[in-house]
């Protein structure tokens, strides 16, 4: 059983090795900016670095950097206890609760992780197995690193449980959340992997959300459970279907006391969902970006963003992409490759959550100028999501259904795509 509790007595034998840390990370940084792979730009770097940050940080080490466990389901808590019952998920795949007398919960995650919600006044359990990370309620003072999470706190009225941000201010589209940093209830406090310890130390911070992300850098997890911080990690990118990710809202009430509230604002998404005439609609469609070397990049087939095309009754223009040939969610084409394949398709979206330069068509067009050759520039057919799109996976359902009024041929305005003139 691994017990947290910022006991404030160890802090100060902890802040020279704090010191040494962060003076290490900092010549690390500074050899690694040295030792960069060769035909990676800076610029290439940061892109990455971007859409990691606009995506979760998940998607980009699927596979690679994240250990996933197959039987990730495991009940079992090592002192005999039996589960009374179990969430019911009707989308997610990547985690499971389960119930036990007393009110404590046990949260399963994709990369064998467990975490046990004790109830407010209560104990912990005598006997629990080694790995179950306790976690006591209400909870409260958290570190959330996560991005795309931040939108599921503020559909549960619990923006005020986080006290310390992993995103900078400036890079955050969720209004409670950007209010919240503005007026000093909540501070940043570095990112994945460079966290400012000493603040995290004094907010009092009890657990950090990351993204998978944080398995870059193993050297800062270990650090956070050395201070008494337990990392939880978010996996809700790997989920492909897209109300799969929005269902990880139950997860999150579960841990902040609001399952009721969750499954009400999950079930909202639903509804979104199963309003639209979904029935396809014969447009294919091209959801892009071009990057600083003039690549086009393009979804992985099969990833949530295609999965939401197919729903709102489109056809992927790349879903004969070989998804084995890239272990991530996305797929960079010379920009010949893409227009072979592109060029005729009845829509085009361009993806500004990572590249925010696009404000008209003239700024799209001057990417390149085989862009100006495509069917669906003719047919005035061209979109840009919304910057905050990737920052709303709660909004699954409400994604899916802009999507379905573009297909079915809207021109009003929409809220999370925007045509361009």
Request: charged residues 20%; aromatic residues 8%.
């Amino acid at each position: 059983m691994k017990v947290f509790a910022n006991d404030r007595s160890n802090q100060l034998r902890l802040l020279c090795s704090i010191a040494c840390l962060i003076l290490a990370l900092l010549i690390g940084g500074a050899l690694a900016g040295c030792s960069q792979p060769s035909g990676q730009s800076n610029s290439a770097s940061a892109e990455s670095s971007a859409e990691s940050s606009a995506e979760s940080g998940g998607e980009t080490g699927t596979g690679q950097y994240t250990k996933l466990v197959e039987n990730f389901h495991n009940t079992d808590l090592g002192n005999g206890m039996q589960p009374t019952g179990s969430m019911q998920l009707d989308y997610a795949t990547c985690f499971t609760v389960d119930y036990f007398d007393g009110g404590y919960q046990l949260a399963c995650l994709y990369d064998g992780g467990r975490y046990l919600f004790v109830p407010e006044g209560a104990s912990a359990p005598e006997g629990l197995a080694d790995d179950i990370v306790v976690l006591p309620q209400p909870l409260s003072d958290i570190y959330l690193v996560a991005s795309d999470t931040g939108c599921l706190f503020d559909a549960l009225g619990a923006v005020d449980a986080i006290s310390v941000s992993g995103v900078k201010p400036e890079d955050w589209y969720i209004p409670s959340i950007r209010s919240a940093l503005d007026d000093g209830s909540m501070l940043y406090g570095g990112k994945y992997s460079a966290p400012d310890y000493e603040l995290l130390l004094s907010s009092g911070v009890k657990l950090a959300v990351e993204s998978t992300m944080i398995n870059h850098t193993p050297d800062v997890r270990e650090k956070l459970v050395e201070l008494g911080i337990p990392v939880f990690v978010e996996m809700s990118s790997y989920e492909s279907e897209p109300l799969g990710r929005a269902e990880w809202v139950k997860l999150y009430g579960a841990l902040l006391g609001k399952d009721d509230l969750a499954a009400q604002v999950f079930q909202e998404q639903v509804e979104k969902a199963e309003a639209i005439d979904a029935s396809p609609t014969d447009k294919t469609v091209a959801f892009f970006y071009i990057n600083s070397n003039g690549g086009a990049v393009v979804r992985k087939p099969g990833d949530y963003v295609t999965t939401m095309i197919d729903q709102a009754g489109g056809t992927y223009a790349f879903n004969d992409l070989d998804a084995a040939e890239s272990g991530t969610s996305s797929i960079t084409l010379e920009m010949e490759q893409f227009y072979a394949t592109a060029k005729d398709t009845d829509i085009i979206i361009y993806n500004s959550s990572i590249d925010s330069s696009i404000d008209t068509l003239a700024d799209l067009l001057a990417k390149n100028e085989l862009l100006a050759e495509f069917k669906a520039v003719s047919s005035g057919d061209v979109w840009v999501t919304d910057q905050n799109m990737y920052q709303q996976m709660i909004e699954s359902g409400g994604i899916i259904a802009d999507l379905n009024s573009v297909f079915k041929g809207a021109t009003g305005e929409l809220t999370y795509l925007r045509q361009l003139v």
